[in-house]
């Protein structure tokens, strides 16, 4: 599975812009479901049917989501130089940027610079007195390469310390890993199953607003990353690394539905493996949408611990994640009721 | 001039009614069917010209009627009149005046303190709302009950004229400009190869509330947003974005806060301004919001676009827009309408 | 029961946002008997349904209103359990000012009861004494050690504002959670008003669930019923020392007829005119952009649901001492059921010019 993760973090997927990461997940699972198709906003919706129950009965149908896209730039103007001005995709913090790279869909590649550097030590850096520097020595040369409009994502490698996975966009392809893993891994299926890899979560989680109206669930969970407060003077939380996938009670978007919570917590009980409640003062996910789909979507969310969130090397821990994967498996496999 | 009566004409948000009456009577002959729905969004529809499809291709093309301003919220015991802002206005813009109040279009005017008056610090701090005033030359409040209701909207009292190099001023083109290229398109040609609904919505300022029922009701196939929007392109220190360029015509949103553009309709734009050579321009991406950001959330989504003519200082009480740029949006969607079944089959 | 009694249990029951089960019990109870139906959607909201018991004309299918006055309060929920205290966030918005010395309730495996410590101004530094304690140095004490607490307590448990309600002069009352469990009460009385009156449409009075946290009781029901026309029941800022008249009503002179975008103006009119009619007091009530209520919601579903909203005059939101007049509630009740008697087609609700053809 760590392969897999180190190809979904490493593709570029900055909201709006998710194609790369959606044609590689295409190819994943494409063996595994019935059905795939993309929505007019770019989500990809696959269904996998349930087994006849003998019964006639009609299957609960559940939704799976995890967000594609990644958090990034967009190029709002070339200057004369050469250099681009940027706004932000998604939640950037200014602190990380400075000295890292990002790269664009064609490969481009460029570091991000200030003006009036030498004030850096005392001055928190603010994004509008940042630009990209791609290397080009005037606007008509860089013009060859970009166009305002462009997006690009932070240029980081997969790699591992001890047994934690770190890298850029853990947020949120560790959910699509974690999703796509359990298509594979799952023996039986009494439920109509819709894994949803949604757009544009970073930015409002709009991918979900649409996905959920077009596969109309009885139920939703969505799979995403969650902060920690378990590094030196972190706020107050009581999310640890390594103590197990987190259990959502609430967050800034949401109170996770009290079934579908409770449904969570006795699978992880059942199966013995670790688990955590989480409340959060940040937020939303994508389920924050999915439960105002409609008449209404009892959700709740499957949240990896993650340290450094939205920043180039975020950091989540290899058992939580495998745990994940068993707690949403044993899930899915039992007959989904509320 | 179109754009002259829809500028002079008053329609704050959840007010749009003069401006939709105004904008009916110039549509009602161009149109095959007309609606106003539970929010006072006015729905047209322009058939397309095949009818062979079961259900022919569907596009939206929205504008919106309201306006920033303001709203009478309390009558002192002097007269004056406090208020408060309808949508995203500059307190710098608001000093010093004239605006009209309530739909009997009383005048008033937004008085300031005398700078003989101002202490040194005051010099140089922006007054708020909740400090202003309205007078409407009134000496109590039951005088002043007479003419004026809690709760009635304040527009600008601002005039619309020519200027030279084939400009206009006038106020609220964010986004009667939107309105006026939305008449021209369906009075451009007899029909569409698409049904073409163009929907004139209600509260675009305050959240993008009519636009959000309309998409919903009207189940369009792709949609446009007519905009009047953000032009920065007076001098600056720095070598920044100018946002759009005054002339520089018809300006397409790649992405703002409020949405992405589809890719596909981009695309279409742009291939059908360079064939045709009409001029374009981008909008710089992240700023602003428009319609399409809730067209596109309708239902189970819409591919959408925002075009838009480039007009100096909106939200404030006069703005500045090139004719050149509107008649080049006309012109590119009358053109973008035709090629879009060609660079796109059937839904 | 009377409206004052009903308002002081309904008050008084636990019902933070996402947990409104206590009050909805309550409400079930007393909706009973004069209700034709009632149902729990599955968000939790309560849709109590009266049938309209006056035909309009010949075969013709009754027109639907939904009332809407949000059941769920603001509360505290544990974050976190350090030394026996109980680290707590907000489900909606208290003033960290209020905190301090308040009383609670921890909903773990049994009701705990507890204070929100702080400590004595002795020991504070100036600075300290100057400025709003921050959430992360506020903790519930509930008297117990780390080991007991963790047995009793988990993270994600509730903690609500120990409060009995209390009567002041007149019918004025103070207590928690009257925004908006007095809407809820002013919807009871306007089932009891209809209870013998005659009325054309089917009313679907509704208890949502959510408000505080982001609407979704509003947002869901309204999808599912569409109504025709809907009205929300929410509290609005009174008259009190040290806040602008341009920003309030007024305590105990009716309820407050809301006025601008949000609201769909022929039914502000027919609402002003109803209670004239009545000799009830009322108050104009602009609002220039959102009314930040359940109408802000219902108003934008599907293809646009003509909305009003009628505002119960409230001191002191989101405190644990909000103060209201009873008067006020009944008389939202009473011009609620007198509206709804009123009621006949829907071509009240037409705009100037708006076209017959529907398509």
Redesign the interface.
């Known amino acids: 599975m760590k392969e897999l993760i180190a190809r979904l973090v490493e593709a570029y997927g900055p909201s709006g812009n998710e194609e790369q990461v959606r044609a590689l997940i295409q190819d994943e699972i494409k063996a595994h479901v019935d059905e795939a198709r993309v929505d007019a906003l770019g989500n990809l919706v696959a269904l996998l049917k349930s087994d006849p129950d003998g019964q006639g009965k009609p299957p609960t149908r559940v939704m799976v989501a995890a967000h594609m896209d990644e958090i990034g730039i967009i190029v709002t103007h070339i200057d004369e130089k050469g250099f681009l001005r940027f706004a932000p995709i998604g939640g950037l913090t200014p602190l990380t940027l400075l000295g890292n790279r990002a790269v664009f869909a064609n490969g481009v590649m460029g570091t991000f610079g200030m003006e009036k550097r030498e004030i850096l030590p005392t001055e928190k850096p603010k994004l509008d007195r940042m630009f990209l520097d791609i290397g080009t020595p005037d606007k008509e040369s860089a013009l060859k390469l970009v166009s305002v409009g462009d997006a690009a994502a932070f240029s980081r490698g997969f790699a591992q310390a001890g047994n934690r996975l770190l890298a850029k966009a853990m947020d949120d392809r560790i959910g699509c890993a974690i999703l796509i893993q359990v298509v594979k891994t799952l023996k039986k299926n009494p439920n109509d199953i819709y894994f949803v890899f949604t757009v544009q979560e970073e930015v409002g989680c709009r991918g979900a607003v649409t996905s959920t109206y077009g596969v109309q669930p009885d139920l939703a969970i969505a799979v995403d990353a969650t902060d920690t407060g378990d590094t030196p003077e972190s706020r107050p939380m009581n999310v640890t690394l390594g103590k197990g996938p987190a259990i959502k009670v609430k967050d800034a978007g949401m109170l996770a539905h009290p079934a579908v919570r409770r449904l969570l917590v006795e699978a992880a009980k059942g199966l013995g493996i670790p688990y955590q409640l989480e409340v959060l003062e940040g937020g939303p996910t994508d389920a924050m949408v999915m439960q105002t789909s409609r008449e209404g979507v009892p959700s709740g969310v499957v949240s990896i611990p993650c340290r450094y969130v939205h920043s180039p090397s975020e950091m989540v821990d290899y058992d939580d994640v495998t745990n994940a994967v068993k707690l949403l498996t044993k899930v899915l496999e039992d007959r989904v009721a509320i | 001039m179109l754009l002259q009566s829809l500028s002079e004409a008053c329609g704050l ?3 749009e ?1 003069e401006v ?2 105004l904008i ?1 009577k110039e549509v009602q002959g161009l149109v095959d ?9 006015l729905i047209t ?1 322009k058939r397309c010209s095949s009818t062979g499809a079961a259900r022919p291709r569907r596009v939206m093309i929205a504008a919106h009627m309201d306006e920033v301003g ?5 009558i002192e015991k002097s007269g004056h009149l ?1 208020f ?4 995203g206005l500059d307190d710098r813009t608001l000093l010093s005046k004239v605006v009209l109040v309530g739909n009997d279009r009383v005048p008033g005017v937004i008085g300031a303190k005398p700078i003989h008056l101002l202490k040194e610090k005051e010099r140089h701090q922006v007054v708020e709302t ?1 400090q202003m005033y309205i007078d409407i030359g009134t000496s109590s409040k039951e005088e002043t009950e007479r003419a004026v ?3 009635d909207y304040v527009a600008f009292a601002t005039r619309f004229s020519r200027l030279e190099g084939g400009l206009v001023k006038g106020k609220a083109f964010d986004d009667r400009a939107g309105c006026a290229a939305l008449i021209e398109l369906l009075r451009g040609r007899g029909s569409y190869p698409s049904d073409l609904y163009g929907v004139f919505t ?2 675009e300022e ?2 993008l ?1 009519g636009a ?3 998409a ?2 009207v189940e369009p196939d792709y949609a446009f947003a007519f905009e009047g929007t953000v032009c920065d392109d007076l001098p600056k220190k720095k ?3 100018p946002t759009t360029i005054l002339g520089g015509g018809a300006a397409i949103t ?2 703002d806060r409020s ?2 553009a ?1 890719k596909r309709l981009v695309k279409l734009l742009v291939e059908t301004a360079e064939k045709n050579g009409v001029p374009y321009q ?1 909008k ?4 602003g919001a428009t319609d399409a950001g809730r067209i ?2 309708a ?5 959408s676009v925002a075009v838009a003519v480039p007009c100096r200082y909106i939200h404030s009480p006069v703005n500045i827009l090139s004719l050149s740029d509107f008649e080049n949006l006309v012109r590119l969607m009358s053109l973008a309408l035709v090629a879009l079944p060609t660079l796109w089959p059937s839904p | 029961m009377e409206a004052k009694e009903l308002l002081l249990k309904l008050a008084e029951a636990s019902g933070i946002s996402g947990y409104e089960d206590e009050p909805r019990e309550i409400l079930r109870e007393e909706l009973k008997a004069y209700s034709d139906e009632i149902l729990v959607d599955p968000m939790g909201s309560l849709i109590a349904i009266k049938k309209g018991n006056r035909r309009r004309g010949e075969g013709r299918e009754p027109h639907r209103i939904m009332l809407a006055g949000h059941l769920d309060e603001i509360g505290l929920m544990v974050t976190k359990i350090e030394k026996g205290y109980l680290r707590f966030a907000q489900v909606g918005g208290f003033d960290l000012r209020v905190l301090p010395g308040q009383e609670v309730v921890v909903h773990g495996t049994m009701p705990l009861p507890g204070v929100i410590g702080c400590r004595p101004p002795h020991l504070l530094t100036e600075e300290e004494r100057e400025k709003v304690t921050p959430m992360d140095e506020l903790f519930i004490d509930v008297g117990l050690d780390e080991k007991r607490a963790a047995e009793l307590v988990q993270v994600g448990d509730l903690a609500s504002i120990n409060r009995q309600t209390i009567s002041l002069k007149d019918d004025i009352v103070a207590g928690k959670a009257f925004d908006d469990r007095a809407s809820v009460v002013a919807i009871v009385e306007c089932f009891k008003h209809l209870a013998t009156t005659m009325h054309a449409w089917d009313v679907y009075g509704v208890a949502t669930v959510q408000e505080e946290t982001g609407y979704l009781g509003a947002i869901t029901s309204a999808f599912r019923l569409f109504p025709d026309l809907a009205i929300a029941i929410d509290v609005s800022h009174a008259d009190m020392p040290g806040v602008p008249e341009s920003e309030t009503i007024l305590l105990g002179k009716g309820p407050g007829i809301a006025l601008g975008a949000n609201i769909h103006p022929k039914i502000h009119e027919r609402l002003v005119q109803t209670a004239k009619s009545l000799e009830i007091p009322f108050q104009i009530e602009p609002y220039p952009g959102s009314t930040s209520t359940d109408a802000w919601a219902i108003q934008v579903t599907r293809e646009g649901i003509p909305t009003g909203l009628l505002d119960i005059p409230l001191r002191y939101m989101h405190t644990s001492v909000e103060t209201l007049s009873v008067a006020d509630v009944q008389r939202t009740g009473r011009l609620l059921a007198s509206f709804i008697a009123g009621l006949e087609d829907k071509k009240f609700l037409e705009f100037e010019h708006a076209s017959s053809i529907s398509f």
Do not use: C
């Open positions: 948000s959840g007010n009614a939709r009456n009916l069917e007309h609606r106003i729905d539970s929010l006072g969004n529809l303001l709203m009478v919220t309390h406090r408060s802002k309808v949508g909740d209701k809690r709760g209600v509260q305050i959240g509330r959000r029922v309309a919903y009701a070598d920044l974005s790649l992405a949405f992405f589809d981008f710089q991406p992240m700023v596109h959330l239902r189970e989504g819409v591919p």
